[in-house]
Nanobody, 120 residues
Framework: QLQLVESGGGLVQPGGSLRLSCVASGFTLDYYAIGWFRQAPGKEREGVSC????????RYKESVKGRFTISRDNAKNTVYLQMNSLKPEDTAVYTC?????????????WGQGTQVTVSS
């Protein structure tokens, strides 16, 4: 069984931080590009960040650059999304996905999502 499970979401005040985790089972994350996506209420799902398996490069949505950091811990088969300086606009369900490359997630494994709420 190939599975991705996210955790680490919750309620945080504006300016606060959260670290999301994405744990893979049934396959090795090392050989996949891992992306973080989010979907806010009433909006379409959007890409937030991606970590490439080929060259180690990372990508970020412009609005999160300098605030979010994607990283890997291969020993734990886990990918993280460190989120700092959180804003209410970051409120969404965050989902991780594994694909061949960061260029396309049309064929990917998806997690179930974890809720992030930024509110005072």
């Amino acid at each position: 069984q190939l599975q991705l499970v996210e955790s680490g979401g919750g309620l945080v005040q504006p300016g606060g931080s959260l670290r999301l985790s994405c744990v893979a089972s049934g396959f090795t994350l090392d050989y996949y590009a891992i992306g973080w996506f989010r979907q806010a209420p009433g909006k379409e799902r959007e890409g937030v960040s991606c970590s490439s398996s080929s060259d180690g490069s990372t990508r970020y949505k412009e609005s999160v650059k300098g605030r979010f950091t994607i990283s890997r811990d291969n020993a734990k088969n886990t990918v993280y999304l460190q989120m700092n300086s959180l804003k209410p606009e970051d409120t969404a369900v965050y989902t991780c996905a594994a694909s061949r490359t960061c260029g396309s997630f049309s064929q990917a494994y998806w997690g179930q999502g974890t809720q992030v709420t930024v509110s005072s």
